[in-house]
Structures are given as C-alpha cells and as structure tokens.
C-alpha cells in the first residue's frame, strides 16, 4: 500500500472534512489524518514538509469501515500543517513542555515547516479558522447533540497516531496504545476501563501519560452531560513498516496492519458495549 498523493488545491477552500452519520452512541473524529494542502502551503512548505511526517497515517485505514458499522466518523481533508484541528481557536497552550500549535511553525523534528519569509499570511490564518476550523467543530458538536439525543449519551473517540519516538514531545519509546482522558475528566470511568480492557497482552499502554487528550477530548467530553471523550495515540510502530520509516517513508507494514485493524476493531466493539 502506498502514501495517498497530495493534492494541492486552491485558497478558496472546500470539503473540509469527510462525513459519515452513524446509527450508534459512538463518533469516532480523525483530525490529523488529512493530506490535502491550499495552494499556500504547497508553495511555501520546506521540502521535508510537503512530505507530512507529523500526519496520523492511514487512520481511516485502519479503523475500517466504520459506516457499514453503524458509527459516525468524520475526518480532516486538509493536512494539521494547513490547521491543526485539535489545537484551540485561539492557539492557547495545552501542554506545559514543547509542542506544536494551531499552525504548526516547526515539525516534530524541530526543523521549520515553511521556507523562511514564506510562511503563511495572518489573512490566510484567518481563511482556514473560519473554513476548516470552525465547519468540522460544529459538525462534531451537532452530532454528539443529536447521538445524546436519541441514545441519551455519546461517546467520541478522538483517533491519533504518531511515531514511537519524538524527542521534543517525550523521552523513550512510547506505548502502544496512548490513551488520554484529560485525568479522567473527559469520560465517565468505565470508557477508559472497557478501552483498556479489550487490548491484547501483546500490546503496551497507558492513560494519561504524555497524551491526556488534546483540544478535541477536553472540549467536547462532558461526563456530567452525557457526552464521553477518550483520545487515542496509537504508536505508529503497530502498523508502519519501520525500515522504509528511517527513509522518510510511510508505508503499511502488511503483517502488522491486519493485526492492528483487528484490535481496533475490537476497541470500537468494546466502545459500543459500554453500559452509561
């Protein structure tokens, strides 16, 4: 399986997110899987940029056909290097040590994600708050609404993924599974119980390490109003193939990738089940 080719398009900006309306509790948002750039950032990206290294790969991928399931998913078109959906409006800090903003000024790897005096003007900023922004946080917020009301809560999964080691973000390798519930205020606790729980044993994880949840989770997850949140960073060393990584190339590991899929769809089985 090969990377999606990018596909610039022009500053009027359309289609921000792909959207699919479920008969479930469950809302499953991918916000960093995006690949699609404006014609901005596709002329002013350095050349390790238009590569994307930061982007969740192959998330849509990996959870399947969650329609033909029943669950409500909606995922970003446009790259986190365009807007980053699950940082703040207003770009507040979430974390204390070093991270990456709503437009993203450096890559993970602290090298600049724009050619110096190219970088994107505040007018465009402006551009993709309001268009991209803004369209796929209220598309999240009227489906949690109308999930709530018919089931009387609903439970969103905020589906990441990232490389196993990211020196700026965290020392070490990471776990597996990454799950993140912004100190158990973000979901009552039996999400995180029943999450935890369907993992195999050959699998590592942890809750509320260096991922809590990120603007997603901690917005929309309301336990006290029926609305869970849980955010999930899955290892990208689950899934990619580690050698062609070290290359600057994002590929499915094809023994890993069905193995994966499998528990992920375990994950969302456990979701669906749990009793609120």
Known sequence: MSNVELQPVHNRIESP???????????????????????????SLTEKAKRLPDTD?????????????GVSVISANYSRYVIDLNRPYDDAALYTTKTTGLFPEILFDESPTFLAGKEPTDVHHALCKEQIWRPYHQQIEDELARIKAKFGYAILLDAHSIAAEVPMLFEGKLPDFNWGTNAGESCAPAVLKSAQACLSNNYSQVANGRFKGGYITRAFGQPAEGIHAIQLELSQATYLNDELVKQGQYLLDEGKFPVIQKQLRKLVDALLSVKL
């Not at 699919?20 to 690949?35: A, E």
């Not at 790969?57 to 399931?69: F, M, S």
């Open 57 to 69: 790969w192959y998330i849509p991928e990996l959870y399947g056909d969650l329609a033909a399931r």
């Open 17 to 43: 997110f792909e959207f699919h309306q479920g008969d479930s509790p469950l809302l499953v948002s991918m916000p960093h899987s995006g690949l699609q750039l404006t014609v901005t950032e596709e002329e």
